[in-house]
């Protein structure tokens, strides 16, 4: 039997091929949209997303916690909910292996990156974190405000630095909420 050549798209292929172009196109737009002189700042959220920082911060509170049992027992949360974000991140990565932006133009990173975009990692990493510490830590208003700003730029700026598609980063952003709710309803209780 002789395949249709003539055959048309189906629906669903029509489908994901715009909503990838709306993304290209929305990506685009934001990079094109920041002023050069925002660049420094967009690098500092990419160092303060970078899974490097948070290892750096984990080990400074674990060598300064002391006897304080509750610190260690939010770092040992924390360290699980950090694994669990690079199996989850990467294995999605390496299911999808979508390339990164053709956009970026020095191509410089902060630290050196995988090869993939989707999901994004600091996107996912920033969410954790932010609920994460949100759960635990009770804080001011003010406070928790800012959290909640510093994740979305940090997020926002995955998108500006060219380094993920607005995609990337919801993906990301959905993966980092899923990791809390692993993290908060089920690793806490089985120590």
């Given at each position: 039997?002789?395949?249709?050549?003539?055959?048309?798209?189906?629906?669903?292929?029509?489908?994901?091929?715009?909503?990838?172009?709306?993304?290209?196109?929305?990506?685009?737009?934001?990079?094109?949209?920041?002023?050069?002189?925002?660049?420094?700042?967009?690098?500092?959220?990419?160092?303060?997303?970078?899974?490097?920082?948070?290892?750096?911060?984990?080990?400074?509170?674990?060598?300064?916690?002391?006897?304080?049992?509750?610190?260690?027992?939010?770092?040992?949360?924390?360290?699980?909910?950090?694994?669990?974000?690079?199996?989850?991140?990467?294995?999605?990565?390496?299911?999808?292996?979508?390339?990164?932006?053709e956009m970026n133009a020095d191509g410089s990173y902060t630290f050196?990156?995988?090869?993939?975009?989707?999901?994004?990692?600091?996107?996912?990493?920033?969410?954790?974190?932010?609920?994460?510490?949100?759960?635990?830590?009770?804080?001011?208003?003010?406070?928790?405000?800012?959290?909640?700003?510093?994740?979305?730029?940090?997020?926002?700026?995955?998108?500006?630095?060219?380094?993920?598609?607005?995609?990337?980063?919801?993906?990301?952003?959905?993966?980092?909420?899923?990791?809390?709710?692993?993290?908060?309803?089920?690793?806490?209780?089985?120590?």
């Amino acid at each position: 039997m002789a395949k249709d050549k003539g055959k048309s798209p189906s629906i669903t292929s029509v489908m994901l091929k715009t909503i990838q172009a709306v993304d290209i196109q929305c990506s685009k737009m934001l990079v094109k949209s920041h002023h050069p002189l925002l660049r420094p700042i967009l690098l500092f959220f990419e160092f303060l997303g970078n899974g490097f920082t948070w290892i750096a911060l984990g080990l400074y509170t674990y060598f300064t916690a002391g006897d304080d049992d509750v610190t260690m027992r939010l770092l040992y949360l924390f360290t699980c909910g950090f694994f669990l974000d690079l199996a989850m991140v990467g294995s999605v990565k390496l299911l999808f292996k979508r390339p990164r932006p053709e956009m970026n133009a020095d191509g410089s990173y902060t630290f050196s990156a995988d090869h993939y975009s989707f999901p994004s990692g600091h996107a996912s990493r920033a969410f954790f974190v932010c609920f994460f510490f949100l759960h635990f830590l009770r804080f001011h208003f003010t406070l928790r405000f800012l959290i909640y700003t510093t994740t979305i730029t940090l997020a926002v700026s995955r998108i500006m630095l060219s380094r993920h598609y607005v995609s990337d980063v919801i993906a990301g952003a959905l993966l980092g909420r899923l990791n809390y709710v692993i993290i908060t309803s089920y690793v806490m209780y089985w120590w």
